[in-house]
Protein backbone atom coordinates (compact mmCIF):
# COMPACT_ATOMS: atom_id res chain seq x y z
CA UNK A 1 0.00 0.00 0.00
CA UNK A 2 1.51 3.43 -1.02
CA UNK A 3 1.55 6.53 0.71
CA UNK A 4 -1.64 7.97 -1.15
CA UNK A 5 -3.82 4.84 -0.77
CA UNK A 6 -3.10 5.03 3.11
CA UNK A 7 -4.07 8.87 3.31
CA UNK A 8 -6.79 8.63 1.42
CA UNK A 9 -8.14 6.05 3.85
CA UNK A 10 -7.05 7.62 6.87
CA UNK A 11 -8.28 11.45 5.44
CA UNK A 12 -7.55 12.95 9.02
CA UNK A 13 -4.27 11.41 9.99
CA UNK A 14 -2.58 14.95 9.57
CA UNK A 15 -5.05 16.23 12.31
CA UNK A 16 -7.91 18.22 10.24
CA UNK A 17 -11.06 17.41 12.25
CA UNK A 18 -13.29 15.99 9.94
CA UNK A 19 -17.04 14.98 10.99
CA UNK A 20 -18.19 12.59 8.71
CA UNK A 21 -21.97 11.75 8.59
CA UNK A 22 -19.93 7.79 8.81
CA UNK A 23 -18.76 8.99 12.33
CA UNK A 24 -21.71 10.51 13.51
CA UNK A 25 -23.49 7.23 12.81
CA UNK A 26 -20.99 4.96 14.72
CA UNK A 27 -21.53 7.00 17.88
CA UNK A 28 -25.08 6.83 17.30
CA UNK A 29 -25.01 3.16 16.84
CA UNK A 30 -22.59 2.49 20.02
CA UNK A 31 -25.31 4.08 22.00
CA UNK A 32 -28.85 2.62 20.52
CA UNK A 33 -26.89 -0.78 21.03
CA UNK A 34 -26.35 0.39 25.22
CA UNK A 35 -30.12 -0.69 25.80
CA UNK A 36 -29.71 -0.34 29.42
CA UNK A 37 -28.74 3.07 28.76
CA UNK A 38 -31.80 3.67 26.17
CA UNK A 39 -34.00 1.78 28.67
CA UNK A 40 -32.88 4.45 31.52
CA UNK A 41 -33.63 7.50 29.17
CA UNK A 42 -37.14 6.44 28.75
CA UNK A 43 -37.86 5.37 32.09
CA UNK A 44 -36.71 8.73 33.35
CA UNK A 45 -39.05 10.37 31.07
CA UNK A 46 -41.67 8.55 28.67
CA UNK A 47 -42.82 6.16 32.54
CA UNK A 48 -42.73 9.02 34.70
CA UNK A 49 -44.98 11.33 32.67
CA UNK A 50 -47.58 8.39 31.88
CA UNK A 51 -47.49 7.28 35.76
CA UNK A 52 -48.67 10.62 36.37
CA UNK A 53 -50.77 11.07 33.86
CA UNK A 54 -54.15 9.59 35.48
CA UNK A 55 -53.45 11.44 38.38
CA UNK A 56 -52.97 14.59 37.45
CA UNK A 57 -55.72 15.46 34.61
CA UNK A 58 -58.28 13.84 36.57
CA UNK A 59 -60.12 15.35 39.09
CA UNK A 60 -63.50 13.77 38.82
CA UNK A 61 -65.25 16.24 36.42
CA UNK A 62 -63.71 15.53 33.48
CA UNK A 63 -62.39 19.38 33.16
CA UNK A 64 -59.03 18.79 34.99
CA UNK A 65 -56.75 19.07 31.91
CA UNK A 66 -55.79 22.10 29.30
CA UNK A 67 -52.82 24.63 30.19
CA UNK A 68 -53.18 23.82 34.07
CA UNK A 69 -52.34 20.05 33.14
CA UNK A 70 -50.03 21.15 30.85
CA UNK A 71 -47.95 23.64 32.55
CA UNK A 72 -47.96 20.98 36.01
CA UNK A 73 -46.53 18.34 32.92
CA UNK A 74 -44.11 20.43 31.23
CA UNK A 75 -42.05 21.18 34.48
CA UNK A 76 -42.01 17.71 35.31
CA UNK A 77 -40.75 17.24 31.86
CA UNK A 78 -38.30 19.82 31.74
CA UNK A 79 -36.85 18.32 35.09
CA UNK A 80 -37.02 14.58 33.65
CA UNK A 81 -35.33 15.59 30.40
CA UNK A 82 -32.41 16.90 31.71
CA UNK A 83 -32.06 13.93 34.35
CA UNK A 84 -31.93 11.85 31.00
CA UNK A 85 -29.37 13.78 28.97
CA UNK A 86 -27.15 13.93 31.89
CA UNK A 87 -27.29 10.09 31.87
CA UNK A 88 -27.01 9.85 27.85
CA UNK A 89 -23.81 12.78 27.63
CA UNK A 90 -21.84 11.18 30.54
CA UNK A 91 -22.32 8.10 28.55
CA UNK A 92 -20.98 9.87 25.76
CA UNK A 93 -18.87 11.64 26.98
CA UNK A 94 -16.31 8.36 29.06
CA UNK A 95 -17.88 5.49 26.88
CA UNK A 96 -14.60 5.45 24.71
CA UNK A 97 -12.36 5.40 28.12
CA UNK A 98 -14.69 3.29 30.33
CA UNK A 99 -14.38 1.08 26.75
CA UNK A 100 -10.91 1.16 26.19
CA UNK A 101 -10.84 1.57 23.18
CA UNK A 102 -9.62 5.38 23.21
CA UNK A 103 -6.61 4.59 22.01
CA UNK A 104 -7.07 2.08 19.45
CA UNK A 105 -9.58 5.07 17.62
CA UNK A 106 -6.90 7.70 18.02
CA UNK A 107 -4.15 5.66 16.61
CA UNK A 108 -6.17 5.22 13.21
CA UNK A 109 -5.38 8.69 12.87
CA UNK A 110 -8.81 10.37 12.69
CA UNK A 111 -8.99 13.95 14.47
CA UNK A 112 -9.53 13.37 18.54
CA UNK A 113 -11.59 17.07 17.21
CA UNK A 114 -14.19 15.10 14.68
CA UNK A 115 -14.20 12.07 17.47
CA UNK A 116 -15.69 14.67 20.49
CA UNK A 117 -17.87 16.18 17.78
CA UNK A 118 -19.39 13.53 16.59
CA UNK A 119 -20.94 13.00 19.93
CA UNK A 120 -23.20 15.82 19.96
CA UNK A 121 -25.29 15.00 17.16
CA UNK A 122 -25.04 11.35 17.79
CA UNK A 123 -26.86 12.02 21.69
CA UNK A 124 -29.07 14.64 20.80
CA UNK A 125 -30.33 11.73 17.97
CA UNK A 126 -30.93 9.01 20.54
CA UNK A 127 -32.16 12.13 23.34
CA UNK A 128 -34.14 13.83 20.79
CA UNK A 129 -36.67 11.39 19.99
CA UNK A 130 -37.46 10.26 23.28
CA UNK A 131 -38.14 13.83 25.21
CA UNK A 132 -40.21 14.41 22.11
CA UNK A 133 -42.12 11.25 22.75
CA UNK A 134 -43.02 12.10 26.34
CA UNK A 135 -43.86 15.55 25.08
CA UNK A 136 -45.94 14.44 22.83
CA UNK A 137 -48.13 12.69 25.55
CA UNK A 138 -47.81 15.71 27.70
CA UNK A 139 -49.87 17.69 24.65
CA UNK A 140 -52.02 14.95 23.48
CA UNK A 141 -53.29 14.79 27.10
CA UNK A 142 -53.44 18.41 27.77
CA UNK A 143 -55.81 19.04 24.82
CA UNK A 144 -57.91 16.22 24.86
CA UNK A 145 -58.86 16.45 28.56
CA UNK A 146 -59.60 20.03 28.15
CA UNK A 147 -62.52 21.88 29.64
CA UNK A 148 -63.65 25.55 29.88
CA UNK A 149 -62.23 27.64 31.98
CA UNK A 150 -60.62 30.87 31.02
CA UNK A 151 -57.53 31.76 32.21
CA UNK A 152 -58.34 34.78 34.63
CA UNK A 153 -56.64 37.18 36.40
CA UNK A 154 -56.70 37.40 40.19
CA UNK A 155 -55.30 40.87 42.07
CA UNK A 156 -53.17 40.84 39.04
CA UNK A 157 -51.74 37.50 38.96
CA UNK A 158 -52.63 34.78 36.17
CA UNK A 159 -53.96 31.81 37.39
CA UNK A 160 -54.17 29.04 34.62
CA UNK A 161 -57.71 27.62 33.27
CA UNK A 162 -57.91 24.42 32.22
CA UNK A 163 -58.49 25.38 28.05
CA UNK A 164 -56.94 23.47 25.62
CA UNK A 165 -53.17 24.82 25.14
CA UNK A 166 -52.98 26.54 21.45
CA UNK A 167 -51.33 24.99 18.91
CA UNK A 168 -48.46 28.29 18.46
CA UNK A 169 -47.93 27.51 22.58
CA UNK A 170 -47.39 23.76 21.86
CA UNK A 171 -44.72 25.06 19.35
CA UNK A 172 -43.39 27.40 21.74
CA UNK A 173 -43.04 24.82 24.50
CA UNK A 174 -41.73 22.23 22.30
CA UNK A 175 -38.78 24.21 21.53
CA UNK A 176 -38.22 25.50 24.92
CA UNK A 177 -38.07 21.86 26.35
CA UNK A 178 -35.56 20.90 23.30
CA UNK A 179 -33.58 24.20 24.42
CA UNK A 180 -33.26 22.76 27.85
CA UNK A 181 -32.51 19.31 26.78
CA UNK A 182 -29.79 20.49 24.44
CA UNK A 183 -27.66 23.13 27.36
CA UNK A 184 -28.32 20.08 29.71
CA UNK A 185 -26.87 17.32 27.17
CA UNK A 186 -23.98 19.86 26.01
CA UNK A 187 -23.19 20.49 29.77
CA UNK A 188 -23.06 16.74 30.23
CA UNK A 189 -20.86 15.91 27.20
CA UNK A 190 -17.93 18.79 28.26
CA UNK A 191 -17.70 17.83 32.12
CA UNK A 192 -17.85 13.93 31.49
CA UNK A 193 -15.35 14.53 28.87
CA UNK A 194 -13.35 16.59 30.88
CA UNK A 195 -13.61 14.48 33.83
CA UNK A 196 -12.71 11.38 32.68
CA UNK A 197 -15.62 9.57 34.85
CA UNK A 198 -19.07 8.82 34.24
CA UNK A 199 -20.12 7.89 37.99
CA UNK A 200 -18.55 11.22 38.92
CA UNK A 201 -19.81 13.51 36.42
CA UNK A 202 -23.08 12.18 36.97
CA UNK A 203 -22.97 12.75 40.70
CA UNK A 204 -21.75 16.11 40.02
CA UNK A 205 -24.20 17.21 37.54
CA UNK A 206 -27.40 15.70 39.37
CA UNK A 207 -25.93 17.42 42.38
CA UNK A 208 -25.78 21.05 40.44
CA UNK A 209 -28.97 20.81 38.66
CA UNK A 210 -31.25 19.44 41.07
CA UNK A 211 -29.66 20.71 44.71
CA UNK A 212 -27.08 23.20 44.31
CA UNK A 213 -28.90 25.54 41.57
CA UNK A 214 -32.17 25.87 42.75
CA UNK A 215 -31.33 26.88 46.46
CA UNK A 216 -29.15 29.71 45.06
CA UNK A 217 -32.06 30.65 42.60
CA UNK A 218 -33.86 30.98 45.62
CA UNK A 219 -31.50 33.13 47.75
CA UNK A 220 -32.56 36.60 47.12
CA UNK A 221 -29.90 37.73 48.49
CA UNK A 222 -26.78 37.25 46.06
CA UNK A 223 -28.78 39.49 43.73
CA UNK A 224 -27.81 40.01 39.46
CA UNK A 225 -26.01 37.04 40.13
CA UNK A 226 -28.62 35.00 39.97
CA UNK A 227 -28.72 35.66 36.37
CA UNK A 228 -26.01 33.58 35.88
CA UNK A 229 -27.35 30.17 36.55
CA UNK A 230 -29.59 28.56 33.82
CA UNK A 231 -32.67 28.06 35.84
CA UNK A 232 -32.68 31.97 35.38
CA UNK A 233 -31.93 32.36 31.97
CA UNK A 234 -34.51 29.18 31.44
CA UNK A 235 -37.35 30.69 32.91
CA UNK A 236 -36.87 33.96 31.16
CA UNK A 237 -37.03 32.35 28.19
CA UNK A 238 -40.25 30.08 28.77
CA UNK A 239 -43.54 30.84 26.87
CA UNK A 240 -45.33 33.83 28.88
CA UNK A 241 -48.31 32.02 28.76
CA UNK A 242 -46.89 29.49 31.28
CA UNK A 243 -46.48 31.76 33.62
CA UNK A 244 -48.70 31.15 36.48
CA UNK A 245 -47.66 34.26 38.15
CA UNK A 246 -47.66 36.26 35.30
CA UNK A 247 -43.39 37.56 35.40
CA UNK A 248 -40.22 35.75 35.75
CA UNK A 249 -38.85 35.29 39.33
CA UNK A 250 -35.35 36.97 38.05
CA UNK A 251 -36.02 39.46 36.02
CA UNK A 252 -32.91 39.38 33.09
CA UNK A 253 -32.87 41.07 29.45
CA UNK A 254 -33.35 38.35 26.42
CA UNK A 255 -30.11 39.02 25.49
CA UNK A 256 -28.74 38.26 28.52
CA UNK A 257 -30.98 35.07 29.10
CA UNK A 258 -29.56 34.15 25.84
CA UNK A 259 -25.72 34.57 26.34
CA UNK A 260 -25.90 32.51 29.90
CA UNK A 261 -27.09 29.61 28.02
CA UNK A 262 -24.72 30.19 25.46
CA UNK A 263 -22.05 30.10 27.92
CA UNK A 264 -23.48 27.37 29.93
CA UNK A 265 -23.31 25.25 26.44
CA UNK A 266 -20.12 26.48 24.49
CA UNK A 267 -17.90 26.82 27.62
CA UNK A 268 -17.87 23.02 28.39
CA UNK A 269 -18.20 21.63 25.32
CA UNK A 270 -14.15 23.65 24.77
CA UNK A 271 -13.38 22.13 27.70
CA UNK A 272 -14.60 18.17 26.88
CA UNK A 273 -12.84 19.42 23.51
CA UNK A 274 -9.76 20.28 24.73
CA UNK A 275 -9.30 17.42 27.57
CA UNK A 276 -9.91 15.17 24.28
CA UNK A 277 -7.52 16.55 22.23
CA UNK A 278 -4.41 16.62 25.24
CA UNK A 279 -5.55 13.54 26.92
CA UNK A 280 -2.73 10.55 26.99
CA UNK A 281 -3.88 7.67 24.45
Known amino acids: MNTTT ?35 ALAVTVAPITIALPFIVSDGDGEAGGLATFVALLDMLSLLSVVAAILVGATLGTGDLGAGVFRELVVTGRSRLALFAARLPAGLGLLVPIVGAAFAIVATASTVHAGTQQTPVVHGNLHLGNVAPSGSLLVQSAGWLALITVV ?12 GSRGTSIGVLLGWWLVAMPVLFEIEGIGTARQGL ?11 ALFE ?18 AWTVVPLALGAWRTCTRDA
Do not use: D, H, W
Open 6 to 40: LTAELPSARGRPQLSPRLVSAEFLKLRKRRSLVAA
Open 184 to 195: SFALALGVSSLL
Open 230 to 240: IYAAAERLRPE
Open 245 to 262: GGTPSVPMSLAAAVAVLL
